[in-house]
T-cell receptor, first 116, second 113 residues
Framework: ETGVTQTPRHLVMGMTNKKSLKCEQHLGHNAMYWYKQSAKKPLELMFVYNFKEQTENNSVPSRFSPECPNSSHLFLHLHTLQPEDSALYLC?????FGGGAADTQYFGPGTRLTVL | GENVEQHPSTLSVQEGDSAVIKCTYSDSASNYFPWYKQELGKGPQLIIDIRSNVGEKKDQRIAVTLNKTAKHFSLHITETQPEDSAVYFCAARDLQGAQKLVFGQGTRLTINP
């Protein structure tokens, strides 16, 4: 798990707050992902970045804003969230995003977010 | 788009017995099927994957089988141990199209000593 790190591990915020989640991968990968994991629901892909460029926005509300300054770092900026946004937010990375054998995704430990 | 169904949602087996988790997928173009294990407080960890050009793959006590005609694939764990207790997720991806992983709902496996 030290390959992909996420901070903070736990976050409690009010609906009017602004906060950011951080992800860092130490694997030299080119693609990074944000997923949402809610209780009793499958993992939901939110965003994909490949070589710092966003290639996928899976119909995510604008109150979630991703940022990828370089291939090793990925942020998720949060503002005016709703209680139903409470979930585990997982970051993942893969060597490539091209449909080949290098697409294996490695996950971080996640940030447990609670919106009050 | 792709839809993945996973069963059962919970599974309890005696230590030393085998466990089987099954998944079905809807998109016949999907050709990559990973399995992830998620322990409490951790992110999902890849344990085994299979591509559509093979029907079975084995890694020690873990095996995955794929039936492309029926569009289902299964995870088999033999000689289960307490440390196998976790939530297991299957996933499917269409390598020709959207290239997104679509996950099943997860199976909580409990190994009873």
């Amino acid at each position: 798990e030290t390959g992909v790190t996420q901070t903070p591990r736990h976050l409690v915020m009010g609906m009017t707050n602004k906060k950011s989640l951080k992800c860092e991968q130490h694997l030299g990968h080119n693609a990074m992902y944000w997923y949402k994991q809610s209780a009793k629901k499958p993992l939901e892909l939110m965003f994909v970045y490949n070589f710092k460029e966003q290639t996928e926005n899976n119909s995510v509300p604008s109150r979630f804003s991703p940022e990828c300054p370089n291939s090793s770092h990925l942020f998720l900026h949060l503002h005016t969230l709703q209680p139903e946004d409470s979930a585990l937010y997982l970051c993942a990375s893969s060597q490539d995003f091209g449909g080949g054998a290098a697409d294996t995704q490695y996950f971080g430990p996640g940030t447990r977010l609670t919106v009050l | 788009g792709e839809n993945v169904e996973q069963h059962p949602s919970t599974l309890s087996v005696q230590e030393g017995d085998s466990a089987v988790i099954k998944c079905t997928y809807s998109d016949s173009a999907s050709n990559y099927f990973p399995w992830y294990k998620q322990e409490l407080g951790k992110g999902p960890q890849l344990i085994i994957d299979i591509r559509s050009n093979v029907g079975e793959k084995k890694d020690q006590r873990i095996a995955v089988t794929l039936n492309k005609t029926a569009k289902h694939f299964s995870l088999h764990i033999t000689e289960t141990q307490p440390e196998d207790s976790a939530v297991y997720f299957c996933a499917a991806r269409d390598l020709q199209g959207a290239q997104k992983l679509v996950f099943g709902q997860g199976t909580r496996l409990t190994i009873n000593p």
